[in-house]
């Protein structure tokens, strides 16, 4: 018996009577850094050029500047505005019908009800919910050595898009996806949310199941410290933090308040479109091969004993104690690792036993087994479509209230237990030193439940709200008020402006937690309004922009990129929601198909193909290309924020991916029906569409010369009368007299050069 085991059967019940977990006394010198001060109320400052101020965000900018003897610069023209601003609610570019009826509004109010407008469309949320699920560590798989599917993951996702959408608050928002099961567990939305704790890279072949628990309770530790608190808490895992004063005793109170949770992939889900087809398909498949399972079934029942002795002989000793126990009599920790084994454990599992045996009557079983699997391979076709599922994954509490216990590990070893702990928050980040309640019932700890509370508490957590509305900040300006987005602790960066923080959290919360107004007043902003030009005196006064005298231009991010390509060439499928997507990917992208590991099938339903990049499967051990070359989120751990790489591959795949040549061919096509035969009104079209502006003299001259030089280079590889050359597709109309397919092949190619240009990538 392993001294966890030992720990275990020695641990305390937790009576239903509620915990009151009471927290120590904060030294006095952490207490003065300023992210961990109660929220301040601030004046709006006093500034000169009060005529540029259009929100009280602007004072508080502008205060700094003229501290500096500097001027903000001068506003966007009106195209620029609505491409930047379209970009950054919807992540995609505005039509060229849309940019010309905001330019022609005259209105006082027009840039109210463009802003209004951006956030009241559907789009929103689905530029916003892919922010979060970066937070969320979101994947359709589970990743490690087999990387299997989740088919249940894009609920959660879907959950996040339209919880923005809705302009849930904040507060609900973090309470759902920390302890949406236990404190609302009849609601369906509320179990999906937790999928923020559960969607954690997971390894399905893990032998320990101890050290697996762990693992995962560890994950969210961490992830919840990051996400909510910009806390780098998981640094007091192996030792007292070195910055922060977190002491590795309260590292572990705070992993205890996972202690008990655990996943469940088999919740039943309410009946909808997905499942009623889901089960249509099953019922099918099943009835086809119900013959062939019933005979494989048999084989291993011939074995069943031994195949199952065999299964629990690859644990480790603590494992097997566990599985092997009976029910009645397991303790908090048995009931885990039976949890555990329930998800992943298969009758593949058991067939195992077959491969490993040395029995000739074996050997005859695994050639009859295995001659059934082959069978039963040819009804794939019939079986639910990919990712689809009748069923919701949730991290619950498995219908009791005594939580594993949780000790304090010496150098963060599993091995090395010693003093046992309870719940509880870090001095250091307990603003008002609130008295935490516990309250079990007869189904939970209820210690999720408490630590949502303290999370989504202004009073008790100002981290919160000033971590969440510079996250929400960094994302229109390229980086935060503090920059250091995920880390407020001592190591991480001081806020530039921290009036301006205060006034916006202060704001934030008396909003209602609204994430829609906080977005609003920033793009209403004089700041936000500001042009992208250079300036010398900037330059050389703020090299890194920290003052905000200028709006910074910022390449693109990956599904920036791809969705307004979509948009661009008039194909993007804007159905939302459901089951994940699989566009093609290059034949060259799947290197190894080991157990399936890299089954990355194309949708049968080609229109999939243009969904937003939202929707795409996100496999760990593989992640779509065009994506991932363009710094596309890891889904491994919490993804703060994007990088912007500038890499050679980059322009490689916008000039060479088939994808990108297919939509810019569909762009020509589009270019040249709504355009017409005149050759500058296609320009001008091409420019709108890409660019939100007219080309001036100069590049109407290049397009010219680059037209007429690459027909010329396309006629002389050709042997006389053929043309095997990309033509543009869906025209509409004929857009010249003569129809010269070399023309028109030299448009596709002009097409697919001002899509691959810094200008059309970049955010200005």
């Known amino acids: 018996m392993s001294v966890l085991k030992n720990l275990a059967r020695g641990a305390l019940s937790l009576s239903l009577a509620a915990v009151t977990v009471v927290f120590a006394a904060d030294p006095p010198p952490a207490r003065a850094w300023w992210a961990y001060q109660p929220l301040a109320s601030v004046g709006v400052p006093e500034v000169k050029h009060r005529d540029w101020v259009r929100t009280p965000i602007d004072a508080f900018v502008l205060a700094k500047l003229e501290e500096k003897q500097l001027q903000p610069s001068k506003d966007a023209d009106r195209a620029a505005f609505i491409r930047r601003a379209t970009l950054d609610v919807w992540g995609v570019i505005p039509t060229p019908e849309e940019v010309d009826a905001f330019v022609s509004d005259r209105s006082p109010q027009a840039y109210e009800k463009l802003v209004d407008g951006l956030l009241a469309s559907p789009r929103y949320g689905e530029r916003q919910g892919r922010r979060w699920l970066d937070l969320a560590r979101y994947a359709d798989s589970v990743g490690y050595t087999n990387d299997e599917d989740r088919p249940n993951a894009w609920r959660y996702r879907d959950y996040v898009i339209a919880a923005f959408n809705d302009d849930k608050p904040y507060d609900r928002f973090i309470r759902e996806q920390i302890a949406g099961d236990e404190l609302w567990p009849e609601d369906q939305q509320a179990l999906i949310a937790t999928g923020f704790l559960r969607y954690y890279p997971d390894d399905s072949n893990s032998r320990d199941l101890y050290l697996k628990k762990y693992d995962n309770t560890t994950d969210m530790t961490d992830t919840v410290g990051t996400v909510f608190l910009a806390q780098t808490v998981g640094c007091a895992r192996c030792h007292n933090h070195k910055v922060d004063r977190i002491s590795q005793k309260e590292y572990f109170q705070l992993q205890a308040f996972f202690a008990n949770t655990s996943a469940r992939d088999d919740i039943p889900a309410a009946k909808g479109t997905y499942e009623l087809e889901y089960d249509k398909q099953q019922a099918i498949w099943q009835e086809a091969t119900k013959d062939i399972r019933a005979q494989r079934k048999a084989v291993l029942d011939e074995v069943r004993a031994k195949a199952e002795a065999h299964y629990i002989s690859r644990f480790l000793d603590n494992t097997r104690d566990s599985l092997n126990k009976p029910e009645e009599q397991w303790t908090p920790d048995d009931r885990w690792v039976n949890n555990r084994n329930k ?169 209602g937690w609204s994430t829609k107004k906080l977005h609003r007043q920033i793009l209403l902003s004089s700041v936000y309004r500001q042009s992208s030009a250079y300036r010398e005196d900037l330059q050389s006064a703020d090299p890194d922009n920290k003052l905000l005298g200028t709006f910074p231009r910022i390449r693109l991010d990956a599904e920036q990129i791809r969705d307004s390509l979509l948009v661009a060439s008039g194909k993007l499928n804007e159905t939302r929601g459901g089951p994940s997507v699989f566009p093609p990917i290059p034949a060259t992208a799947v290197t190894d198909n080991r157990q399936g590991r890299y089954d990355w099938r194309a949708s049968v339903d080609e229109s999939d193909y243009n969904r937003r990049s939202v929707y795409i499967f996100t496999k760990r051990s593989q992640p779509y290309p065009l994506l991932n070359t363009f710094d596309m989120a890891s889904a491994d751990v919490v993804h703060s924020k994007r990088e912007t790489t500038t890499t050679p591959l980059q322009s490689l795949v916008l000039i060479n991916s088939d994808a990108v040549f297919d939509w810019s061919r569909a762009l020509a096509g589009r270019v040249l029906s709504e355009a017409g035969s005149k050759q500058s009104e296609q320009f001008e079209r091409l420019y709108r569409i890409l660019y939100a502006r007219s080309p001036d003299k100069f590049e109407s001259n290049a397009l010219a010369q680059f037209l007429n030089q690459q027909e010329a280079a396309i006629r002389a590889q050709l042997p006389s009368g053929q043309f095997a050359v990309a033509l543009p597709v869906g025209l509409k109309n004929d857009p010249t007299p003569s129809s010269d397919p070399v023309r028109l092949a030299a448009f596709v190619d002009l097409t697919h050069s001002l899509v691959a240009a810094n200008e059309f990538v970049y955010r200005y």
């Open 343 to 511: 998800i992943y454990r298969t009758e593949g599992n058991l067939a195992d036993y077959l491969e490993d045996s040395q029995d000739p009557a074996d050997k005859e079983r695994l050639a009859r087994y295995k001659a059934l699997n082959d069978q039963l391979k040819k009804f794939d076709h019939l079986r639910p479509k990919r990712g689809t599922s009748n069923s919701i994954s949730a991290i619950t509490e498995l219908g009791h209230p005594e939580a594993p216990a949780t000790h304090l590990l010496f150098t963060g070893s599993l091995d090395q237990p010693r003093d046992e702990v309870q719940p509880g928050i870090p001095a250091i980040l307990n603003v008002s030193k609130k008295q935490l309640a516990i309250a079990p019932t007869q189904t939970s700890s209820g210690r999720r439940t408490a630590l949502a509370g303290f999370i989504a508490d202004s009073t008790s957590s100002p981290l919160t709200v000033r971590v969440y509305v510079n996250r929400v900040w960094a994302q229109y300006f390229g980086r935060g008020i503090v920059n250091t987005v995920s880390d407020f602790g001592r190591a991480g960066e001081e806020p530039t402006h921290p009036e301006l923080l205060e006034y916006l959290a202060n704001r934030f919360v008396a909003d």
